[in-house]
């Protein structure tokens, strides 16, 4: 009888400004500048919630959804609409 084997796979959690850079910076093509603008928010906040010298509150992360919301998405999913 051949036992059943758990694989445990350790991977370090993602952080915050990992996947704000990947997820959405890098991949709809904007910079940080235009994402802080389309928040209303500074550069400097985005660039540290970037780098993981920021955490991301609650406020931000709403605001982060309402400029996400308020992109208009084209089919090769990249922003056309951020100041």
């Known amino acids: ?8 796979i350790c991977c370090q959690p993602i ?3 990992e996947v704000l850079t ?3 910076i890098i991949l709809f093509g904007i910079t940080q500048g235009k994402l802080a603008s389309a928040m209303g928010v ?3 906040t985005i660039n540290e919630i970037c780098n993981n010298k ?3 509150t609650v406020d931000t992360a709403l605001m982060l959804v309402t400029a996400h ?7 090769n999913c990249t922003i056309s609409y951020l100041p």
């Open 1 to 8: 009888m051949i036992a059943d084997r758990q694989f445990i």
């Open 15 to 17: 952080s915050v400004g």
């Open 22 to 24: 990947e997820k959405f």
């Open 42 to 44: 500074s550069r400097k």
């Open 54 to 56: 920021r955490s991301i």
């Open 69 to 75: 919301k308020l992109g208009v998405y084209n089919h």
